[in-house]
């Protein structure tokens, strides 16, 4: 994986959570995408095992910085990290490459994702601040929506389509 270029599409990325997609809304102010969660979903489509691990807990530490619940460290490190290395090694098994196959698994790991980190916020003494409709059905509803869309654009950045890959084997070693 190219390193480099997946830290700055995850800087920016948390930008645009944070800070411009507030925005841009459908329904609601409160309810926007959900970035990191498409990324999330596309590096452990599209990624070696071992690299869709790493990117699945530096998704999730990006999205504990970008969380609405500020003093909130760690809930969505351990959620993305779990359900990204699951869908990863559920990647061997079964092939989300399609388009809607995505839209879908991006639906299922952000539900999965906010429950989990909503009961681990929970288990924290003091009160909690979550919209459980903007996290379990506007968040991922969207997301779903978006994602498949962005998937293109992020591989081409990444240089993880087809044709690169082709390029790559077939480029002499010097």
Known sequence: MRWFRFAVLIVVATILQTSFLGAVWVVSPN???????ILLVFFAIHSESNDAVI???VIGFAADL??????????????????????STLQDVISLRR????????????????????LLAYIRPGPVAISAARE????????????????????????????SRRRRRHRPRR
């Open 31 to 37: 309810i926007t995408p959900n970035l990191l969660l």
């Open 55 to 57: 990117a699945s807990f």
């Open 66 to 87: 970008a969380s609405p619940a500020a003093g909130l460290m760690g809930p969505r490190i351990i959620s993305f990290g779990l359900f990204g290395t699951l869908l």
């Open 99 to 118: 388009l809607p196959l995505q839209g879908l698994a991006i639906f299922v790991v952000g539900l999965l994702t906010s429950i989990l980190s909503c």
């Open 136 to 163: 379990f059905f506007w968040q991922p509803v969207l997301s779903a929506f978006i994602g498949p869309f962005l998937s293109l654009p992020i591989a081409w950045l990444m240089r993880m389509d087809e044709k």
